[in-house]
DNA sequence: TATGTTTCTTGATTTACGTCAATGTATGGC
DNA sequence: GCCATACATTGACGTAAATCAAGAAACATA
């Protein structure tokens, strides 16, 4: 249950049996089946989403009714409309099960009190926006410098697994291309 | 020198006078002209570079020689090339000064001196990282979902002013257009 | 096994935007 | 005040990728 949830906290931080064992009481454990939104646009956005097993995206949906895919989320990821989380403004993405999901949800007075009591929390947050920041960072140049091929190709060069794992439509939809496009880079 | 530094850490944090009088030491000051380099992509980026006074652009050159910036940073923001700062990887951003500028510098070694001993400054760049990733979210949301004509009147919604400071020629490679798009948006 | 649903492929056509090239207009150093 | 350099505009043209449309696989449900 919480066995992806210490990993990942643990590749950050260190963690004594204490913090161990009061962490789960600040999180609730929610269970998705594939297609079940966790949020939607216009709500409050008042959790972080911890994936534990299977697989999550949020989006968004222009006037069009396309879906723009702004994250994929699987085993280890953390999902939420993050402006909304933070400013209590109304959120702009659609949040959705990809697969069934077991998540974990932090909710904001949890989170601010998990800040205080588990201090190397706070630390672990900072390193991960941090990390989350260079991959965002990486993500805007490819999208602003590389052509439709050359954002496909180094997708799957970062994640290998991505394409037997993820519909080509949502990968598209991830790269702001289209499936076609897709279908004629793999022909070559 | 410090006014600048100080008001962006009290919009997040609140600072005691013992802090204050600390804070100076971590950091170095650095002038540069207008076109001189901070840094190449190569090179280690071995410091985050507080801008107290004037403007910067972090950018990649690409194979043809063409310039995209992934950064405008100007009073009160932040500057580096992160990837590279945090792992020790080479840089793979430029970064120079587009006016006249005095900056802070960060050390690495500072950096995690400065985490420890201020025990707020964690809070502050934890706060920052996460106000910078719903930044980038939107960012790229902009980037995969709107026509040219849409990003650049959001960035000229978020940033007035940007078109009076910043050389037309440097927002259109900042949004990933060029600088005849804007021109014939302009004109409407 | 059949039947709908979702996903992927392929071709024909359109379009937004880039590229190239020429000209015009600021801006700053000397 | 002049010249050089940087920046902006405009037009003609090319192209990468979107859109539209129709089938073909793949997968799921009964």
Redesign the interface.
Known sequence: MFDELYQQLEEKISLSEKDKNCIPNFFETKFLRKKQLLLQAGEYCRTLAFVSTGALKSY?I?EKGIE?I?LLAWEGWWVSD??SF?SDEKAILFIDAIEDSEILLLSKSNYEQLLIEV?SM??Y??IL??????T??????S???YTAEEKYNHLLKMYPFISQRIPQILIASY??ITTETISRIKKG
Chains 1, 2 share one sequence.
Do not use: A, C, M, W
Not at 129 to 134: E, I, T
Not at 136 to 141: E, G, N
């Open positions: 968004t222009d723009h702004s993050f402006k933070i201090p706070e630390r947050f900072r926006y941090q990390n989350s920041l260079v965002k960072d990486r993500r805007l140049i999208s602003n410098t790269l702001g």
